[in-house]
C-alpha cells in the first residue's frame, strides 16, 4: 500500500511538473518578480486536490510565498509545504476541503528563494504527497 501511494504521488508530481507548471511573469512594477506553479495531485477519496503557489520577489529584495489547495478530502489534517524538497511551513485543511499557507519576509518569516524550476509539494506527515507543481 505504501508502494502504491509513493507511486501515486510521485506520477503526480511528475504529471504537475510536465503539464501544470507555469513560467514566471514579471509583476507590473519594475523590479519586481512573480512565478507561479499549478498544484495538482492523485485522487483522495473521489476527490482531485489542486492548487496553486505563488511567489513574488519585490525590487528592495523581500519575497512573499503564497501556496492554495483546495478539494483535499482530509478535514483537519495538517500538511506539509515543501520547497525544492525542504519544508518552508504547514497548512491545515479545513471544513471547505481547502487549506493555504503565507509566509512574508516583511514579517520576519523566512521566504527561500524560489526561481524557474523550483518544486513545490504539498504532503501529510507520512511524506505521502497531495498535490505538487513546478514554478
Do not use: H, W, Y
Not at 3 to 14: I, N, P, V
Not at 34 to 41: D, P
Not at 74 to 102: C, F, H, Y
Amino acid at each position: 500500500m505504501t508502494t502504491k501511494r509513493f507511486l501515486t504521488g510521485s506520477l503526480a508530481l511528475l504529471l504537475a511538473s510536465i503539464t501544470m507548471g507555469l513560467s514566471g511573469v514579471a509583476n507590473g512594477k519594475a523590479g519586481d518578480a512573480k512565478l507561479t506553479a499549478r498544484l495538482a495531485g492523485a485522487s483522495i477519496n473521489r476527490m482531485v486536490p489542486k492548487g496553486v503557489a505563488e511567489s513574488r520577489t519585490r525590487a528592495d529584495g523581500s519575497r512573499q510565498l503564497k501556496v492554495q489547495v483546495e478539494n483535499v478530502n482530509l478535514i483537519g489534517t495538517t500538511l506539509d509545504v515543501l520547497i525544492d524538497n525542504a519544508k518552508v511551513g504547514e497548512l491545515t485543511i479545513s471544513a471547505v476541503l481547502a487549506g493555504e499557507l503565507q509566509l512574508n519576509t516583511n514579517d520576519g518569516q523566512a521566504v527561500p528563494p524560489i526561481g524557474r524550476g523550483s518544486s513545490c509539494v504539498v504532503t501529510d506527515q507520512a511524506g505521502t504527497t497531495i498535490a505538487a507543481g513546478t514554478f
